[in-house]
């Protein structure tokens, strides 16, 4: 009789409360936070070695299979420069920008498998999320940029270390601005075939009209107004510069081969092409966080 009553007023009893207690949001914290999705798209890559592979067969493609079968017909209007020299800076550029794309995709990928919504639930703002993630996919995109640096005197360009510290500069930019834009578009689309779709959408034109493979001088009309709104134009043509600053060319090929960008007849600086690609990067990053922050 003793044990039914203890075990009525035990089931009488209130249920125990377990209190939960969720950190303070601090400068602290969102550094942590930042550091942590920096921290994870760098074991991703590390850990996906046929990523790393297949992600450098379309540069060397172009550098080498490409550069090597137009060489012949290209020469006279190359000036003797080899087209492999005068081609890659635009592979340089190319090789940061898919993988800073696939990068991105990977946001779509965390949504469909719920790991998205475990990270937007947690005690940071989702302004964090992003800034790790453009952060990271940068990163990745430049490692992929330094073997192609690497590749620089197959191509009969010096291994200059202020050639490759202005270049390796250039292609972090770079791989920043085309990380936070594929993060805005990756924001609100649910499934990776639509990504993909709107990738080859906006990349391989990007791509082809930037300048990467021939020379922006004496252009049409509608083509020179499309590679001057083309925002890779600003990171091509830059790192261009800096190369053939460091060839030995004469100045018939370097007026022909890197005229420059021009803004109605006035020749645009090196730094504030550089400053471009920062402040669309900082745009297109800008518009992803508006869209985490306000979406469900």
């Not at 990523?51 to 079968?69: D, E, H, K, W, Y």
């Not at 937007?120 to 330094?146: D, N």
């Not at 291994?159 to 601005?177: C, H, M, R």
């Amino acid at each position: 009789m003793s044990a039914t009553a203890d075990a009525t007023v035990a089931a009488r009893a209130p249920a125990e409360v377990i209190s939960v207690q969720v950190p303070e949001r601090t400068f602290r914290s969102e550094l942590r936070a930042i550091n942590v999705v920096w921290r994870r798209e760098l074991i991703r890559f590390r850990s996906d070695r046929m990523r790393m592979v297949t992600a450098l067969i379309q540069p060397l493609l172009f550098l080498f299979v490409l550069g090597s079968g137009l060489q012949q017909l290209s020469s006279a209007s190359t000036h003797g420069v080899n087209l492999k020299t005068f081609i890659y800076p635009g592979i340089l550029c190319i090789a940061v920008m898919f993988t800073a794309m696939f990068s991105a995709a990977s946001i779509v990928w965390d949504r469909e498998f719920g790991f998205l919504r475990e990270m937007m639930v947690a005690p940071i703002r989702r302004s964090s999320i992003v800034i790790g993630k453009c952060l990271g996919g940068a990163t990745v995109a430049s490692l992929e940029g330094v073997i192609l640096i690497c590749l620089a005197g197959a191509v009969h360009v010096p291994y200059n270390p202020v050639l490759i510290l202005g270049v390796f500069g250039l292609q972090l930019l770079l791989a920043f601005s085309i990380t936070a834009f594929g993060v805005m578009m990756a924001a609100r689309l649910k499934q990776i075939q639509s990504f993909m779709g709107l990738m080859q959408l906006s990349v391989l034109p990007m791509f082809f009209l930037s300048g990467a493979l021939f020379p922006v001088a004496h252009l049409p009309r509608w083509l020179a107004v499309l590679n001057g709104i083309d925002p890779m134009t600003y990171a091509v043509d830059p790192m261009r510069r800096l190369v053939f600053n460091h060839l030995h060319i004469a100045q018939a090929a370097r007026r022909a081969l890197d005229p420059g960008v021009t803004w109605w007849g006035w020749h645009v600086p090196t730094v504030l092409e550089a400053g471009v690609v920062l402040l669309l990067g900082l745009s297109m990053m800008g518009i992803a966080i508006w869209e985490f922050t306000f979406s469900e």
